[in-house]
């Protein structure tokens, strides 16, 4: 956890301007300094601290409540309080109480396996994207996702799968490409993420071409990225594709680190992105940042994203960093468009030293917005594709075949067309609560008032 413990390290002093001291007769409770805190830190941080409404911070019990009164509704739907065990196991990509599965219906409205984890106790067992999942527990699942779908409802499905706790064993019918059926039982567990969902090489016309799923800017990403990066350049891959359809963003530090990996060694000169934050604090907050040196740069001249509505945050760091350099293609659908970012505080003022503060929350408030070398950001409407290709969940990441890599395939081929079937936004059910998604970034300085 060496990014967390530095983390930590910034943000102790800047508590400080955080934390009010408790009234000498009424003494608040953590809850009630947590919200002052905040309320303080909005004033000053706040990406939009001009447009927040006048609120009287004693009338609300604790810092969720605080946020709630404060945001900005009109544009911030991101700002976040977490507890700190939250954050760190976010971070730290661990998975608690889950099968490490999700689920969508199919054009032909039945259910597939979209994404499974690798230590998942499944994935031993051969499951992967594109099998088809008839019953959960003897029930047939098709019927309950497409009334889920039809009222947004998805009560039934989470009451089958049973709640996230370890060792809840569940039994899936699955029916395999080949046709043939199995049943698996499978127990839910704790576990680490993979961010790297499939790494492979394609052997085109036009030459090698590196193919990368990627679902999440973590801790355990920088390794895994760099892992995949040395596969590609052993094998001299000259172009690339890069999959974000399900990346709704993490650590902006390991959005610099794959832009920077797509870029050649001598470009840590050039600008990756820069920050911009609000007019109090701008003078001395605004900070502009270069491609980094990696272990292995590919130096490409052309890559092509494939891209959904799920493709948020640090995915579009990545995508609007390149975009001034090198030839940028997006297929697939528009990105979420979120071209803002987080600062993370921890709360409150650690009573024991690093790398053990005692942090109860964490504070992730919209601080600053992020746009390229070229000045180009504000896309809050998304990042719009040059072909529409549909989220293919019929078959496995890295298939030519899917029709979205398929569409990918065809801009580096010169032969790019429009979708031959009727485009359709899937809708992904994942287990339990979805898991947090951002843009995190650690303070560069500390906070005062």
Known sequence: MKKILL??????????????????VNEQTLAENARDGLYDLMQVMYLWNDKMPTV??????????????????????YSVVMTWDDFLAFMQGSVEGRHGITLSLDTADV????????????????????????KVNGVDLAPLFINAVATRN???????MGPATVGVTNS?????????EVTYSSTKSSFTMNSVT?????????GKTG???????????????????AFFKANNVTDLIIDLRYNGGGDMEVAQQLASLVMKQEDTTKICYKLKYNSTVSASWDETYNFTKTANPLGLDRVVFITTRGTASASEVVISSLKPYISVSLVGDTTFGKPVGMNIFGFPFPTTSVPEPDYKYVFAPITFEFVNASDWGGFYDGIIP?????????????????????????????????????????????????????LFLRSPKPFTK
Not at 111 to 133: A, C, E, F, Q
Not at 413 to 434: C, D, H, L, W, Y
């Open 386 to 438: 040059d072909v529409l290709a549909n989220d293919d969940i019929t078959r496995d990441f890295g298939d030519p075949e899917e029709l979205s890599l398929k569409a990918a395939i065809a801009i580096l081929e010169g032969t790019k067309a429009a979708p031959a079937v009727p485009f359709r936004r899937n809708t992904i059910v994942t287990e339990g609560s979805p898991l947090p998604a951002g």
């Open 56 to 77: 009287k911070a004693s009338d609300y019990p604790g810092p969720a409540e605080m946020l709630e009164a404060l945001r900005y509704k009109p544009k911030d739907i």
């Open 154 to 160: 998805w009560t039934a499905y989470d009451n089958l």
């Open 111 to 134: 259910v597939r396996v979209v994404t499974l984890y690798k230590n998942s106790d499944l994935w031993p067992m051969g499951v992967r994207r594109g099998w088809i999942v008839k």
């Open 172 to 180: 899936f019918l699955f029916q395999k490409p080949d046709g043939t």
């Open 211 to 229: 193919y990368l799923c990627f679902e999440a800017f973590i801790d355990p990403s920088p390794a895994e990225l760099d892992e995949a990066f």
């Open 7 to 24: 983390v930590t390290a910034i943000l102790i002093p800047l508590i400080t301007g955080c934390k009010k001291d408790p009234d000498p």
């Open 198 to 206: 499939a790494s492979d090489v394609l052997d085109l016309p036009s």
